[in-house]
């Protein structure tokens, strides 16, 4: 079975400072898709960024980047410039292609405070 | 926005009752998931609907149920409510299955069960 880890329960991070949150993650599979959903106050899941597994470029999404390491089945985001409005939970997350259904695979969720 | 829209957005049920959540999907969107999101947690595959039928479904108990309508709206019920089943329930909505469509999330519907 799947499963995504995220050791670092909470973060804080100076304003226009930069951030990286962990992952791993375990799966034998070779085909699918890792995410970083941010979800504020409001609950709603945002996606923030997505890696197909099969890409060695690692993804960017305006200050947004993450760390693909497929081997080492780690999937870190780095956030540049922090804003307060970063200040959210974040879950890191994975998705198996090729299947009849798609289910997403969430990990525990790193929630991320943003200092004035 | 996602154009996802659940409700209701906050409700309290008594143990051993029913309650139904409701979910619209985004235009166009034919795929419609679920899952259960308890506090301090990361949400939980509960199922999934395809074009009406349901195609997938995680570790959860019978009563658990859904429906999805032809408009590909979708409905979750939970019968025999358990104070375990208070827990945020997200409604996701994508088109098509096993591609890498964006699944786009609603904002959730409180259950609070006493």
């Known amino acids: 079975a799947q499963t995504v880890t995220q050791s670092q329960p909470e973060m804080s991070v100076q304003e226009a400072e930069t951030v990286t949150l962990s992952c791993t993650y375990d799966?034998?599979?070779?085909?699918?898709?890792l995410f970083w959903y941010k979800q504020p106050p409001s609950r709603q899941m945002i996606l923030v960024i997505r890696?197909?597994?099969?890409?060695?470029q690692n993804a960017t999404e305006n200050r947004f980047s993450v760390n693909f390491q497929k081997a080492a089945k780690s999937f870190s985001l780095k956030i540049s410039d922090s804003q307060l409005g970063d200040a959210a939970m974040y879950f890191c997350?994975?998705?198996?292609?090729?299947?009849?259904?798609?289910?997403?695979?969430f990990g525990p969720g790193t929630s991320l405070s943003v200092i004035p | 926005e996602t154009g996802v829209t659940q409700s209701p957005t906050h409700l309290i049920k008594t143990r051993g009752q029913q309650v139904t959540l409701r979910c619209s999907s985004q235009?166009?969107?034919?795929?419609v998931s679920w899952y259960q999101q308890a506090l301090g947690q990361g949400p939980q595959f509960i199922f999934q609907?395809?074009?009406?039928?349901?195609?997938g479904r995680g570790n959860f108990p019978p009563r658990f149920s859904g429906l999805q309508f032809p408009n590909y709206s979708s409905e979750l019920n939970v019968n025999a409510l358990e104070l375990d089943d208070s827990a945020l329930y997200l409604c996701a909505s994508s088109s098509g299955v096993g591609s890498g469509n964006t699944i786009y999330f609603g904002e959730g519907s409180w259950l609070t069960v006493v």
């Open positions: 997350a994975y998705r198996r292609l090729g299947t009849s259904y798609d289910k997403v695979i």
């Open positions: 890696q197909e597994a099969y890409k060695q």
């Open positions: 235009s166009g969107h034919n795929t």
């Open positions: 799966t034998s599979e070779s085909d699918y898709y």
């Open positions: 609907y395809y074009r009406e039928e349901e195609n």
